[in-house]
């Protein structure tokens, strides 16, 4: 008696049960894939940083080399050097250190061997 019978609303049932399926799996995965969205966003922003941390580093280098330049040339006095050199040099080891926290290894490297760039050298004794 029930052989050739099928119910009317058999093919919309089985579309939203595949549609609840499919929106479920969909939900899963973004559940699953989100941390790896976050990982790619966090290097994408530590690129960002290390980029902005060597260009400040090559900015202040070459404002403690100015310094040396002016002192040399008289448009500095030493005192005033001095005071200068050591709030730029202070700057800059700041700067070292926040690249120093990037890196991957956490170990600090120098700077000749990390990327090429020396740091200024200490100001020389002039004869005036």
Known sequence: MLEGYRDPAYPRLAMEYALAVLVLVSLV??????P????????VSEDARRAE????????????????????????????HRVVDRELRGQAIAILEGLDALSPDGESAPPTARDGAKPPSEPREHAR
């Open 29 to 34: 995965a973004l559940f699953v894939a989100a």
């Open 36 to 43: 790896l969205r976050a990982g790619a966003a966090e290097e």
């Open 53 to 80: 941390l060597e260009a400040a580093k090559e900015a202040k280098y070459r404002e403690i080399r100015d310094a040396q330049l002016d002192l040399g040339m008289g448009k500095l006095s030493e005192a005033d």
